[in-house]
Nanobody
Framework: VQLVESGGGLVQAGGSLRLSCTAS?????????MGWFRQAPGKEREYVAA????????GYADSVKGRFTVSRYNAKDTAYLQMNSLNPNDTAVYYC??????????????WGQGTQVTVSS
């Protein structure tokens, strides 16, 4: 499975960004649970959000609840992460991930290369 992220960039605090992740290379793409993780400089990679293949379940880290929304559009094999009310603590490299395992907690088996999100104060 290949995962390609896009949509990162520089935004001011309080602004919004939408990340996209397009998957390819698996015969049953829409069965993949899609997740988002992030890694800030000097910190470990952390779970941000995930959505099951049919969208019936989602999961979020406490730090992003109410600000970030994960969604997917299976017809395009794409998952999205809408990020609102961004603050400098959200600055990180954001990674898309996927798994065929049940639920939204992982572990995740496939990873993208990451996209940089920088929030200025």
């Amino acid at each position: 499975v290949q995962l390609v992220e896009s949509g990162g960039g520089l935004v001011q605090a309080g602004g919004s960004l939408r990340l996209s992740c397009t998957a390819s290379g698996h015969p049953y793409m829409s069965y993949l649970t899609m997740g988002w993780f992030r890694q800030a400089p000097g910190k470990e990679r952390e779970y941000v959000a995930a959505i099951t293949w049919h969208g019936e379940a989602t999961g979020y880290a406490d730090s992003v609840k109410g600000r970030f929304t994960v969604s997917r559009y299976n017809a395009k094999d794409t998952a999205y992460l809408q990020m609102n009310s961004l603050n400098p603590n959200d600055t990180a490299v954001y990674y898309c991930a996927a798994t065929l395992r049940a639920g939204v907690s992982g572990p995740f088996d496939y990873w993208g290369q990451g996209t940089q999100v920088t929030v200025s104060s």
